[in-house]
């Protein structure tokens, strides 16, 4: 335990000195694009990056089950209530299923938790904006979760093992999730005038949210370099975000749609779409706590919290008796 690692740590965190031995068959490992697992030895400042990135992902769905849980009671017809119902029920699952892989890198429940209410562990700055009527519903699973899934199709290859695998199944999901979105606002836009312009209402508010939902450009973008280099991300901020606008360009104009951005343009050249400068003070601004309804939300997720104390208490009183029982 004598070398430094002095290049290893991301941004800010500060630098543990690791065995070269160990530290050499790990990068060997994660260079074969081998599993990290749970019991094997890994870098401090690997770990670290995971706890952060999975706890933070738990948050998002956890948070994102709010602006929609909204709209449960308003939801048009029985059909889009029980598919919205499922929909928040899958988020709530996705939240478990990544707050167990966090769990696994030793964090517990309890701190993850704490970190959020507590607003020292970030979210999606996404769910800091407002929903303002249905057809941002339909927005939510098309951009959204559109987005979500550009995201984290390539986390199905990231290099620690329980967080790939919750990917698996998240991803399965939150593409049921796009659709229904999508075919909810394709009925709003095939219905009345007044339902056509709220649907596209809803796209002109979610469109730049949903391109910050990437993170900063890759040149301001402090975690991604080492994070690439652990194979925790296959790909970086600024090509998902061009992949997703790629292939939502065309999603839009199917819509009978107008993407709310006047430099958005083909580039024949390039293979892609160019499109506008994105408002990196908003978002900033935004990471930072101050979203539009970034209060509401967070006293809304403690409310959820203290609410459900007494469904929390009862599984432990449940699992007390069994273990008891089994005892005797
Ligand atoms: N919002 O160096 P960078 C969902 C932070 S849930 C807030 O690029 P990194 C859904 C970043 O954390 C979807 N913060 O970081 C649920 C970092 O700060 P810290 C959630 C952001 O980690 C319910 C700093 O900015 N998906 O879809 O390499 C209903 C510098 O950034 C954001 C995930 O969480 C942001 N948008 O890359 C419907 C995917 N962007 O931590 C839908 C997993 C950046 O150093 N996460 N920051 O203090 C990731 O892929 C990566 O963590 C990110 C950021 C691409 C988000």
């Known amino acids: 335990m004598y070398t430094t690692e002095l290049d ?35 870098p401090e400042a690997y770990r670290r990056t995971l706890v952060r990135q999975i706890s933070q992902h738990a948050h998002s769905e956890i948070v994102g089950m709010l602006p929609e849980g909204n709209w449960l009671t308003r939801a ?43 607003g020292k562990a970030k979210y999606s700055t996404i769910f800091n904006y407002p929903t303002l009527n249905w057809a941002d519903i339909g927005a939510i699973g098309w951009l959204v979760d559109g987005a979500a899934i550009m995201n984290q199709v390539p986390l199905q290859r990231t290099s620690y093992g329980p967080y790939a695998r919750a990917m698996v199944r998240i991803c399965k999901e939150e593409s049921f999730h796009q659709r229904q979105g999508y075919d909810l606002l394709l009925e709003m836009v095939n219905g009345t005038p007044e339902q056509k312009a709220m649907a596209q209402d809803a796209l002109n508010r979610w469109w730049w949210p949903a391109l910050m939902m990437f993170g900063p450009p890759d040149e301001n973008s402090p975690n991604t370099a080492q994070s690439l280099r652990w194979r925790i991300k296959r790909e970086t901020n600024d090509e998902l975000r061009q992949k997703f606008v790629d292939a939502t360009v065309p999603q839009a104009d199917l819509l009978g749609l107008s993407v709310p951005d006047p430099d958005l343009k083909w580039n024949e050249e390039r293979g892609h779409y160019d499109f506008g400068e994105i408002d990196w003070a908003e978002f900033y601004a935004v990471v930072k706590g101050q979203g539009p309804v970034a209060q509401e939300r967070m006293s809304e997720r403690r409310a959820a919290w203290d609410d459900g104390a007494w469904v929390r208490d009862a599984a432990d009183a449940h699992a007390a008796k069994h273990a008891a029982r089994a005892a005797a």
Do not use: N
Not at 102 to 110: D, F, I, K
């Open 76 to 118: 048009p017809s029985l059909k889009r209530k029980a598919i919205l119902l499922a929909k928040i029920q899958d988020e709530g699952g996705h939240g478990l299923y990544l707050y167990c892989a966090a769990e696994t890198l030793g964090t517990s429940r309890e701190e993850m938790i704490d970190a959020l209410h507590s």
């Open 8 to 42: 290893k740590s991301p941004a800010g965190q500060p630098v543990t000195i690791e065995d070269p031995e160990l530290l050499a068959k790990f990068e060997a490992r994660v260079a074969a694009d081998d599993f990290i697992e749970p019991k094997d030895w890994m």
